[in-house]
Structures are given as C-alpha cells and as structure tokens.
C-alpha cells in the first residue's frame, strides 16, 4: 500500500520534472533512449505531449489517438465528423 503512494508520488514528480524541462529547454531534442520511464504522446486535439500512461486512450474513425482530457478526444472527433 505504502509502496503504491510512493510510485504515485514519484509518477507525479517525473511528470512535473517533464513539464519543467520542455518549458525551460525547448530546443533540446528528445532521443528516445532504450528503457525511458515512459513514452510520450502527443493530443492531435491540442498538439500537448502527455505522457502514455497518463493520456485518454480513443478510437476515432478507426485509428487510435491518444489525448490529454475526455473533452479534447470529443472534440477532435467532432472535427472529424
Ligand atoms: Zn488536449
């Protein structure tokens, strides 16, 4: 139980540490190294990278996207429609 939190709080953390880094160094190229914490997807709503595990996942006219909020994978597939 302990050990859930503690995850949940470094998840969190990672995730904080993501948004600083693409804040401050834009111009640095992500390379996807072997074994990373955890992948990147990007909203086609938005266009906001969110990381995998934390995205909505949706199937829209067949192809699944990946989205940061319920309300943006609505959207997109009204546009699409
Ligand atoms: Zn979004």
């Keep these: 139980m ?7 709080v470094l998840a969190y953390l990672a995730f ?3 948004q600083k880094v693409r804040l ?3 111009r640095e190229q992500g390379n ?3 074994g990373s914490v955890d ?5 086609p709503n938005c266009l906001k990278y969110i990381p ?3 995205a909505i996942k949706k199937n829209v ?3 699944t996207h990946f989205f940061c909020s319920q309300a943006c994978a609505e959207a997109f ?3 699409k429609m």
């Design 32 to 34: 996807a190294k072997p």
């Design 77 to 79: 597939r009204n546009k």
């Design 39 to 43: 992948e990147m997807v990007q909203d």
């Design 16 to 18: 904080r540490l993501i």
């Design 52 to 54: 995998k595990g934390n």
């Design 24 to 26: 401050s160094g834009g």
């Design 61 to 63: 006219g067949g192809e």
């Design 2 to 8: 302990l050990k859930l939190l503690f995850f949940g």
